[in-house]
């Protein structure tokens, strides 16, 4: 278990993707379905001064407008009767915030595995998806979002693909705190404010996940491309067994992790999720 959750930090009724219904209401707006991401050149890797990446080209692509909610998941279990590897194996690591300063390098301080955790109680048992079905669905891992990404005639995207998307029109260098935050200050992203793990001040509106679409969206509509969920990629990582997650998540912050921004990524086992892994689905340029 303890290696389990070491490798989580090293990663540190409703309708269905392909339409067009309204994914939330209240103050935070998104559309579901897809935006298409022109064929073009991508930085790979660049971030910020001295870090110019690796100029990648790219066919165009489409890909969803948000991550896979709650709701959208739950539409897919419902027609194909999908059992999560969590809901197999009966537990799955979920963030604590710890009442007391714990070494910052030891994350069992704040990572634990939870008997009865999975996409339907992402903190646990004792909670349910009552009041967030627009919020990216979590607990999952990579086969579990490879299945739903084949029910819905897609797949999931390659690292190179899920930077294109993330960077939009990107120009030049930019530094990292410019992903989650505007230059008057605003948030653009969820991120942690504060000092992980112990103070969430959640000045950008949220502690823990927020809805999708409650952030501004980029230049391709594409919303929480950097924070709210990591989000699973096609690309092996190093190590047997591992997948890459890319864009952080709400537990990013600046005195640990900072991987809010499009070069960021984990390695990842690929039979375990946590309660901060969701996805999002890629299709060709001509699929609608």
Request: aromatic share 8%; glycine share 12%; net charge negative.
């Amino acid at each position: 278990m303890i290696g389990r959750i070491g490798a989580v930090v090293l990663a540190a009724g409703a309708s269905v993707l392909l339409g067009a219904a309204p994914a939330t209401s209240g103050p935070c707006h998104a559309v579901d379905g897809t935006v298409l991401v022109p064929a073009g050149r991508v930085p790979l890797g660049e971030d910020g001064e001295g870090a110019p990446g690796e100029t990648k080209a790219v066919a165009a692509f489409r890909i969803d407008r948000h991550e896979v909610t709650n709701r959208q998941f739950a539409t897919f279990v419902l027609a194909t009767g999908h059992v999560t590897q969590a809901e197999r194996e009966g537990a799955a690591p979920v963030f604590v915030m710890p009442r007391d300063p714990v070494p910052m390098n030891d994350p069992r301080g704040w990572w634990h595995m939870i008997q009865g955790a999975d996409w339907r109680h992402p903190r646990g048992p004792d909670t349910g998806l009552a009041g967030h079905m627009d919020e990216p669905v979590v607990q999952i891992a990579f086969e579990d979002a490879a299945a739903y990404a084949r029910w819905a005639g897609a797949t999931l995207p390659s690292v190179v693909q899920w930077e294109r998307a993330a960077r939009g029109t990107q120009t030049g260098e930019r530094s990292p705190e410019s992903w989650i935050r505007a230059s008057d200050g605003h948030a653009t992203a969820n991120s942690w404010q504060g000092v992980f793990p112990l103070v969430d001040t959640k000045d950008d509106g949220y502690a823990g996940l927020a809805p999708v679409g409650c952030y501004d969206a980029n230049a391709w509509g594409l919303s929480d491309m950097v924070g709210n969920a990591w989000e699973w990629t096609l690309d092996a990582a190093g190590g047997a067994g591992q997948r890459i997650i890319k864009g952080g998540s709400f537990l990013c912050a600046h005195n640990y992790c900072a991987n809010y921004r499009p070069a960021a990524w984990q390695a990842q086992d690929h039979d375990l999720g946590a309660s901060h892994i969701g996805f999002r689905t890629v299709r060709p340029a001509a699929a609608r």
